[in-house]
């Protein structure tokens, strides 16, 4: 009789206890002031650099000869006094000059040889040849030829600079655009797109991670060129590059002129490197998602 008069209640099927949030206490430990510095790239690289900065001056103080590594104090105000008289920035927009136009010069034949080589087997296989020639090759062993051909000047360096550009930047340019998956090279076909829609807005930004690669180590390899072609014959039209500056100084016992030298060769290399190919790496392949 009490199994009839029992009450059938039915229980929820999600049983949930509201808690207070401020029982849960910290949910994310605060980040000190340390960790938040850390967290910055800029300032792990700042302290890098000012780590070296002291271990050279250190290690030139323990050497005790000017003549043979001058201190980083000795070094930057040399550095300062190339800019102050005006001489130094003089260098180096001769050189920086010089570079871009080859830089420039070797990057549009590395797209015309890399469109040539993805439109056909025979261009890709003209590509691989040319590329497994020519890459191997340095660029500072072409200085006889370039100085036959084209005299002692500008012309033989912007010649060394853009063998020095166009195989590096039409190798990765290549291997980007044969890297991009078929899922991708069928999303751009169901679109319609065909053409220089279809490589502008599918195969450039799928491949663009290796394209920027190849940019970065072509303008490696052409300021290294350029700095040596420089020591060799870098005077034309009565004055000469960031190299010749490095040489005249060396041949003077500057040595503090010549390290001040490297040392503004080191600092456009930093500028590239995490001003410029930084900004177009975080407001492409970054901002895409490619890289983390």
Known sequence: MADKDAVLVRRPEIHRDIVDSAAFGVVQKPLSRFERLYNISGVRKAVILLALALIWEIGARILNNELLFPTF????????????????????????KTLLLGYAIGIALAALLTAFGIASRIGTD????????????????????????????AGSLIFVLVHSVLWSVALNTHSGFLAVSNTLRMV???????GFAYVTQILVPAAFPSILTGLKIGWAFAWRTL???????????????????????????????????????????????NLIFRVIEHRTVRKWGMQS
């Open 227 to 273: 700095i040596a072609s420089e020591l060799v014959f870098g005077v034309s039209s009565g004055s000469g590059g960031l190299g010749w500056y490095i040489y005249e100084n060396k041949n003077q016992l500057e040595i503090a002129n010549v390290f001040a030298g490297l040392f503004t060769v080191i600092l456009i290399g930093l500028f590239v490197e």
């Open 188 to 194: 751009g076909r169901n679109y319609g797109l065909g």
């Open 126 to 153: 003209f590509l691989e040849t040319l590329t497994s020639m020519f890459n191997p090759l340095p660029a500072i062993a072409l200085l006889p030829i370039a100085l036959i051909w084209f005299g002692l000047g």
């Open 73 to 96: 104090l000795a070094t930057n105000e040399a550095f300062f006094k190339g800019i102050a008289s005006g001489v130094l920035p003089l260098r180096v927009w001769t050189s920086v």
